[in-house]
């Protein structure tokens, strides 16, 4: 009997392995990077640095596959809200990229917990709780 229950655990703890990506570590100097990223894509945020914005976005995500960079500064002025504060609620979480028929040139994907202080353009502020992705991509951090 023990011997089957031994069994039985074993074949459900592959399987969990196998369903569920690892979360990695990064070594030092990738985890410095990714939270220098994350710090510059926010003060590009609250700065209201499109430029900046645009080249902290990943080359392999939807807004730079699929919008010209016209298009991006149009709609980045036509938004009524814009980011005062953040607050990262939790340390990144790193998984290796699972996905590389899709995302060939990414190693790692991380998402980041954090909650974001808003303003609508009446002056407004309220709070929110976002997950944001961000991507090693070509060994360099982005947003997704």
Known sequence: MK????RIFTVAAVIILLLFPLQISL???EFEDLQAVIKDYFEAEMSRNSDRIWNLL??????KRFYSYEN???SAR??????VGYELKFSPEVMEN???KDLPNVDKIASVVVKERIQDESGKES???VVLIF???NGRWYKA
Do not use: F, H, K
Not at 3 to 6: A, G, K, M, S
Not at 58 to 63: E, M
Not at 78 to 83: Q, S
């Open 78 to 83: 036509l938004n009524p809200v814009r980011i």
């Open 127 to 129: 709070e929110q709780i």
């Open 135 to 137: 991507l090693l991509e």
């Open 27 to 29: 070594c030092a100097g």
């Open 58 to 63: 990943a080359p392999s995500s939807i807004v």
């Open 72 to 74: 991006y500064l149009e």
């Open 3 to 6: 011997t089957e229950t031994l």
């Open 98 to 100: 699972q996905d590389r």
